[in-house]
């Protein structure tokens, strides 16, 4: 067993935890943080992606012990209050869910992209980048249409901020 | 997964002091191979010491004719590099076609290397390059490093601590991704030295790991354009067959990457 000290959407958290617990598992099961799923377990679908230092990355694949320190960021936290983040909103508007299952990975991974590629984002650099993220449901074009919705109102977003 | 114990190293010495002291440890730098294995029952070793926080084990410099990439940098910090963009760019774009974003944050090139996956990527580029893989022991010419599928000339603890280049007159990689994977069903690396020496390396193809492929060097060195192999042809004997391709199918994929990596090294 080993204490992770970790801050989680912004709040400063300890758990004890066996060794070889997983990162997600931290976040589900000991902080109650179930927006983060698990959907393959192998490392392929990025249902369980969270960010970590600023880094989108699968919670599945990382021990709880990486990730000792670090600030950590999950679908609970990117929401103002009531206000949904641009990227969450921008989802919902173009229908870019229908069960729900990947989306949070989906909007962790799509932050992160927006992130990296500012304005600069097309379609193809869009669908090129959400490579590690699987959907069963929607046929990917409607979460295209939201993630590249989401990047114009992000820019606007930060122009206000 | 099975039980372990979790160190985090501080630097490369305690890593392998600690390494020492236990029964069956591994290494984990990004865990991309390391913890899908383990989840799998497949790997349980007693201890798992992360290399993922060394200092003097994480970037990228240049220095000379020689770029040299520690071995816990991750995928990501290679392929956004500006001073491996500028020193080898066919390195970085190799770096930015593994996996996908997330397991570029994460996954690492002495990871990749020592795990020595048969379709993956850096493999290619450090036997084309003539590359030289640096230990806490000693250094390893890419040649000597790379025995076969899953199998390097490692010793049981060493470390790997950074992987050097020399910065090549042309380079160019060009990749068949497997779409589910994203690992390469085929992928060639083609380079010319400084002093005109021509090295092309294949990942994705052979039974035995990643390869030179002789009959494309010759032709390259008389002729440095992708119209030099169009009457060549690489035989499909010793080539993976699986349900992804025939070993026909990747024999002609030796080819026709090479010829796309000469166009791009131009
Ligand atoms: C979905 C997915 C897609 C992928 N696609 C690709 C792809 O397209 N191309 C590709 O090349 N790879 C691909 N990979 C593999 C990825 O590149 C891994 O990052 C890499 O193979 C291992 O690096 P790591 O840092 O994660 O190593 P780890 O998983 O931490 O370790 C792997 C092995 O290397 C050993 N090791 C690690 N660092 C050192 C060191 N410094 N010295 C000695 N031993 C060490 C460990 O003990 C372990 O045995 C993919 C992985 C995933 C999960
Ligand atoms: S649950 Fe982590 S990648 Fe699928
Ligand atoms: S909305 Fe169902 S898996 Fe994506």
């Known amino acids: 067993m080993s204490t992770v000290k970790l801050t989680v959407n912004g709040k400063a958290v300890a758990v004890d935890v066996e060794d070889r617990t997983l990162l997600v598992h931290v976040l589900r099961d000991h902080l109650n943080l179930t927006g983060t799923h698990v959907g393959c377990d192998t490392s392929q679908c990025g249902a369980c992606v969270v960010h970590m230092d600023g880094r989108a990355v699968k919670s599945c694949t990382m021990l709880a012990g990486q990730a000792d320190g670090a600030n950590v960021t999950t679908i609970e936290g990117i929401a103002k209050g009531d206000e949904l983040h641009p990227m969450q909103a921008a989802f919902r508007d173009n229908h870019g869910l229908q069960c729900g299952y990947c989306t949070p990975g989906m909007i962790m991974s799509a932050i992160d992209i927006v992130q990296r590629h500012g304005g600069q984002l097309d379609e193809a650099t869009v669908r090129q980048e959400l490579e590690g993220n699987i959907c069963r449901c929607t046929g990917y074009h409607n979460i295209v249409k939201a993630v590249l919705d989401a990047a114009g109102r992000m820019k606007v977003s930060q122009a206000a901020e | ?266």
């Open chain 2, 1 to 266: 997964m099975y039980q372990t114990t979790y160190h985090r190293a501080s630097s490369v010495d305690e890593a392998a002091s600690l390494f020492g002291k236990s029964s069956e440890a591994k290494f984990l730098a990004g865990g991309q191979t390391l913890l899908p294995v383990m989840k799998q029952r497949l790997a349980g070793p007693s201890d798992v010491i992360d290399l993922g926080k060394i200092k003097d084990m994480i970037g990228v410099e240049a220095s000379g004719d020689t770029l040299t990439i520690k071995a816990a940098t991750p995928h990501y910090d290679v392929a956004t590099s500006d001073t491996a963009k500028k020193a080898i760019p066919a390195l970085a774009y190799l770096a930015s076609l593994i996996g996908d974003p997330a397991v570029r944050y994460r996954g690492t090139i002495g990871g990749s290397i020592a795990n020595n996956d048969p379709a993956a990527d850096y493999p290619a580029a450090l036997l084309a390059l003539d590359a030289t893989v640096k230990t806490n022991k000693r250094s390893i010419a890419a040649g000597d490093f790379f025995k076969g599928l899953f199998t390097t000339a490692l010793e049981d603890g060493e470390i790997i601590t950074a992987v050097s280049f020399p910065v090549p007159a042309k380079a160019g990689y060009a990749k068949m991704r497997h779409p589910a994977s994203r690992f390469a069903l085929t992928a060639v690396f083609v380079a010319q030295t400084k002093s005109g020496e021509i090295r092309v390396a294949a990942t994705g193809a052979s039974q035995s790991g990643v390869m030179r492929v002789g009959a494309i060097e010759a032709a390259l060195k008389a002729n440095w354009s992708p119209s030099a192999l169009d009457s060549i042809s690489i035989p499909a004997s010793g080539l993976l067959a699986d349900i992804h391709g025939t070993a026909e199918y990747r024999a002609n994929l030796v080819k026709v990457m090479a010829q796309r990596a000469v166009a791009a090294a131009g």
